[in-house]
């Protein structure tokens, strides 16, 4: 686990494992589609039309969807650069 300051980020595993994974076997277009479905993957121009994104913290992202201001998270990886699984937060989630 990592200190910065006084802040404990108990995420840092699980994602350097994400990231390093999604680096040696970056996932193509069509295998993103048959993993997340049609609808829940997106191009960085597709992201910006349907999100605001208001923080990262690779391999995610916090979001609002601006259709229904929705706020979630979405995974997303370098190269090719997709995002992908948008999971919304439920009322007493921690974000």
């Not at 994602?15 to 479905?37: F, I």
């Not at 349907?50 to 201001?69: H, N, Q, W």
């Amino acid at each position: 686990m990592r200190f910065t300051r006084e802040i404990a980020d108990h995420t840092e595993e699980m994602r350097r494992k994400a990231m390093d994974l999604m680096k040696r076997e970056p996932a193509s277009y069509e295998d993103l589609v048959a993993n997340y479905g049609a609808d829940n993957v997106w191009t960085t121009q597709q992201v910006k039309e349907l999100y605001e994104i208001t923080s990262f913290m690779a391999p995610y992202c916090t979001c609002v969807r601006k259709s229904d201001g929705q706020v979630g998270s979405l995974a997303f990886q370098h190269r090719p650069r997709f995002y992908f699984n948008f999971v919304a937060y439920q009322k007493g989630d921690q974000v």
